[in-house]
């Protein structure tokens, strides 16, 4: 405020200096008359209402960053209290995988321990059902070898009788074998022959309803033709033509010349009116590429 009261001033003393030197220059052609100096001077009343508005702004200032201060410790106390908590739940969540641990690790020692009195006890016990066997065998010896002997007399000849035995099934299962495989056999290029005369007859009919395709394609391509001017009554050209199932024209192309390049241009023209081409009459001898040999009349 006193900054702008110190430039009031100075621009108030350069307008009466202006005032002052315009005057002495026209001093020499007009009568002098006197010099009115107008100021304006500022209101003190309104010099403190500007002061009191400054310091509010000031004071609202240092309140706003007093509350942000005060949110920011806030926030910071609430950060470090979650940590301590974390940081509690963390130390309570060791305890606990600790203590859970130790528990385990008891009970796996007590397991082993209660394991270990068992083997024991199981190792005693076979050792002395060992030695009462051991007692009963030597007791038992001289009457088991003769009947051992007698045991092993009776599992010879029933070895030497399952033998003869297992020997003639093994015979018998070979030669009917043998026979089952002749007539699989037999069966099987029975039916492998048949198999092939019903192919070779699918294959004739296939091919006698594909020829009928072709040259239905063909015709129509034919009639679709028109003869330039002076071309040659009878010629024959090979067109490669690339379709969709629905007969959809992909594209064309000359194999065999025509024997002129106007002939193969009307040829070409032909195959794209002939679009769409007559659809195949059945999906199993559909070709996408077919090769049609065109001639003016039909053979």
């Known amino acids: 405020m006193v900054r702008f009261r110190h430039l009031l001033l100075a621009l108030l003393v350069h307008g009466a200096l202006f005032g002052l030197l315009a005057a002495g220059a026209s001093c020499s052609r007009l009568p002098q008359k ?3 100096i107008e100021a304006v001077l500022l209101d003190p009343s309104r010099q403190q209402v500007a002061e009191e508005k400054r310091r509010d702004e ?4 240092e309140r706003l960053q007093r509350l942000e201060q005060e949110e920011q410790r806030r926030q910071e106390e609430e950060r470090q209290r979650q940590e301590r908590q974390r940081q509690a739940e963390e130390q309570e969540r060791q305890r606990q995988e600790e203590e859970h641990k130790r528990v385990a690790d008891e009970r796996r020692q007590a397991e082993l ?34 009947e051992e002997r007698k045991q092993k007399e009776r599992e010879e000849a029933e070895r030497k009788r399952k033998e003869e035995e297992f020997q003639r099934e093994l015979d018998e299962q070979r030669r009917r074998e043998m026979q089952e495989e002749d007539m699989r056999q037999q069966v099987a290029q029975e039916e492998q022959a048949m198999a092939a005369e019903r192919e070779r007859r699918l294959a004739g009919e296939r091919d006698v309803r594909k020829a009928e395709w ?25 067109v490669e033509v690339e379709q969709l199932p629905g007969g959809q024209i992909v594209r064309s192309r000359m194999i065999r010349s025509c024997g002129s390049p106007l002939l193969d241009d009307s040829v070409l023209k032909a195959v794209g009116k002939s679009d769409p081409l007559p659809t195949v009459p059945d999906p199993a001898i559909f070709d996408r590429r077919l090769i049609i040999i065109f001639t003016p009349k039909a053979q």
Do not use: Y
């Not at 033709?225 to 024959?236: I, M, N, V, Y």
């Open 34 to 36: 006197p010099v009115v």
């Open 58 to 61: 000031q004071r609202e200032r």
């Open 113 to 146: 321990a209660a394991q270990r009195k068992l083997e024991q006890e199981r190792k005693q016990k076979e050792k002395e059902a060992a030695l009462r066997k051991e007692k009963r065998e030597e007791e038992d010896a001289r009457r088991k070898v003769e």
């Open 214 to 238: 072709v040259a239905a394609i063909t015709d129509k391509i034919r009639r679709n033709w028109l003869r330039p001017h002076g071309s040659a009554e009878t010629f024959e050209c090979t």
